[in-house]
C-alpha cells in the first residue's frame, strides 16, 4: 500500500505517465484512513502531501504527517461516531423499549388483577366471618333473652303466688278480726258461755 501511494507519487512528480499523457494516481484518496476495518475518513491525502510539499516540507516528513493527520482524523471520527447512534440501532433500541414497557404494563395489570382478587377474596372471607359473629352474636342474644324471659316468668309467679299467700293471710286476719270484733260487742257473760 505505501509502495503504491510512493509510486503515484512518483509519477506525479515526473508529469506524465508511460503513455505520454498526464499520469492520475486513481488513489488520491486516503487508503491509510481504515482503522480496525471501521469506516475511514476520507480526504485527498495526495493532495495535502503536494501542498506541504509546496511549502517546503521533505516528502518524506510530508507522507509522514499525512498519515498521522489521517490516523488521528479517523480516530476522531470513531470517538464521535462511538458517541453517536444509527438510525437503526435506535429503532432497535426504541422497539425493546416498547417491548419493555409493554411487558411492564402487562406486569403491572397481571399484579394488579392478582392483589384485586386476592382483595376480593379477603373481602368475602371477612363478610363471611362478619356473618358468623352476627348469628353467633344473634344466637347469644337470643339465648340470654329467652334466660330472662324465664327469669321473669319464673319471678312473676313467684310474686303472685306471694300476693296469694298474703291475700289469704289477709283474709285470714280479716276473718280472725271480724271474730274478735263481733266478740267484743257480746256481752261478756256471753262470751263465757261460749
Given amino acids: 500500500m505505501a509502495a503504491y501511494a510512493a509510486a503515484c507519487r512518483r509519477a506525479l512528480y515526473q508529469g506524465t505517465g508511460s503513455t505520454g499523457t498526464r499520469f492520475f494516481c486513481s488513489n488520491t484518496v486516503s487508503e491509510l484512513a481504515k482503522p480496525n476495518g471501521k469506516r475511514p475518513v476520507l480526504f485527498d491525502t495526495l493532495s495535502l502531501v503536494r501542498r506541504l510539499e509546496k511549502r517546503g ?5 510530508a507522507e509522514a504527517m499525512t498519515e498521522l493527520m489521517s490516523e488521528v482524523l479517523n480516530e476522531s471520527m470513531e470517538n464521535v461516531l462511538d458517541s453517536f447512534v444509527s438510525k ?54 337470643d339465648k340470654v333473652t329467652a334466660g330472662l324471659r324465664l327469669d321473669l316468668n319464673l319471678e312473676r309467679g313467684r310474686i303472685r303466688d306471694e300476693l296469694n299467700n298474703q291475700s289469704q293471710e289477709t283474709n285470714n286476719l280479716t276473718t280472725k278480726l271480724d271474730r274478735v270484733s263481733t266478740l267484743r260487742s257480746l256481752p261478756k257473760h256471753a262470751i263465757l258461755c261460749i
Fill in 57 to 61: 516540507v521533505p516528502p518524506q516528513h
Fill in 88 to 141: 437503526g440501532e435506535m429503532q432497535k433500541v426504541e422497539l425493546s423499549q416498547e417491548s419493555n414497557v409493554s411487558n411492564f404494563k402487562t406486569e403491572v395489570k397481571s399484579s394488579q388483577d392478582h392483589h384485586f382478587s386476592l382483595l376480593q377474596h379477603e373481602t368475602e372471607k371477612l363478610k363471611s366471618d362478619i356473618e358468623k359473629m352476627r348469628s353467633e352474636l344473634r344466637y347469644e342474644i
